[in-house]
């Protein structure tokens, strides 16, 4: 079992930034890719970034490019989502997941461990 706690959500003007931290506790963090997922009110959840499980591959969405980062810190069971030049649209719950042999990495059920996610709300 992986257990996940999302946290760095909150409320930021357009333009703004926010950082998320995913922490896991659990089975062994550097054995499992992660992606990072978020779901607007009556959207369907959707894929925002993904990274390899030594950091050395990392997959965006479109939407995102360019403006957010992920990274992870191995040593503290930590995965990170840098997100600058926030949008209105990009409000959301963010969830963190993790998964052992991800190959479609932006399908959700191709992962194994959810959070529970942090609310981000970009004002306009």
């Known amino acids: 079992q992986v257990q996940l706690v999302e946290s760095g959500g909150g409320l930021v003007q357009a333009g703004g930034s926010l950082r998320l931290s995913c922490a896991a506790s659990?089975?062994?963090?550097?054995?499992?890719?992660m992606g990072w997922f978020r779901q607007a009110p009556g959207k369907e959840r959707e894929f925002v970034s993904y990274?390899?499980?030594?950091?050395?591959?990392?997959y965006y969405a479109d939407s995102v490019k360019g403006r957010f980062t992920i990274s992870r810190d191995n040593a503290k069971n930590t995965v990170y989502l840098q997100m600058n030049s926030l949008k209105p649209e990009d409000t959301a719950v963010y969830y963190c997941?993790?998964?052992?042999?991800?190959?479609?990495?932006?399908?959700?059920?191709?992962?194994?461990?959810w959070g529970q996610g942090t609310q981000v709300t970009v004002s306009s």
């Open positions: 659990g089975r062994t963090f550097n054995s499992y890719a």
């Open positions: 997941a993790a998964g052992a042999g991800v190959t479609l990495v932006s399908v959700p059920t191709r992962y194994d461990y």
């Open positions: 990274i390899s499980w030594s950091g050395g591959a990392t």
